[in-house]
C-alpha cells in the first residue's frame, strides 16, 4: 500500500482548491480566500469580474459586511500571494 506524503496531500489540497474557484467564478459566484493574517470573521471574496472585496462576516453567519475593495494591483498582489493567477 503506497503511502502519501504531506507534500502530495498539501499539492493535491491546493490543486482542489484551485479548480473550485474556477468553476465558482465560471458559474458566476463570489469564491471566498482565507488568511492567517485576518481575523476568524474576516476573508477576501473574489468576484467573476476580477474585483476583490475584505468582508467581515456577520453575525448571523450568513452575510458579509464590506471593509473595503482591493485596488486592481493590491488584488493582483493576493492571487500571487496565494498562487491563484
Same mark, same amino acid.
Given at each position: 500500500?503506497?503511502?502519501?506524503? #504531506?507534500? $502530495? #496531500?498539501?499539492?493535491? *489540497?491546493?490543486?482542489?482548491?484551485?479548480?473550485?474557484?474556477?468553476k465558482?467564478? *465560471?458559474?458566476?459566484?463570489? &469564491?471566498? =480566500? +482565507?488568511?492567517?493574517?485576518?481575523?476568524?470573521?474576516?476573508?477576501?471574496? $473574489?468576484?467573476?469580474? *476580477?474585483? =476583490?472585496?475584505?468582508? $467581515?462576516?456577520?453575525?448571523? *453567519?450568513?452575510? &458579509?459586511?464590506? =471593509?473595503s475593495? #482591493?485596488?486592481?494591483? $493590491?488584488?493582483? +498582489?493576493?492571487? =500571487?500571494?496565494?498562487? #491563484?493567477?
Amino acid at each position: 500500500m503506497a503511502t502519501t506524503s #504531506l507534500r $502530495e #496531500l498539501a499539492q493535491k *489540497g491546493s490543486h482542489a482548491v484551485r479548480l473550485l474557484r474556477k468553476k465558482r467564478l *465560471g458559474n458566476g459566484l463570489p &469564491f471566498m =480566500i +482565507n488568511s492567517k493574517d485576518l481575523d476568524d470573521a474576516t476573508c477576501y471574496l $473574489e468576484y467573476p469580474d *476580477g474585483t =476583490i472585496q475584505l468582508v $467581515e462576516q456577520l453575525s448571523n *453567519g450568513m452575510d &458579509f459586511r464590506v =471593509i473595503s475593495t #482591493l485596488a486592481e494591483d $493590491e488584488a493582483n +498582489n493576493l492571487r =500571487i500571494k496565494y498562487q #491563484l493567477s
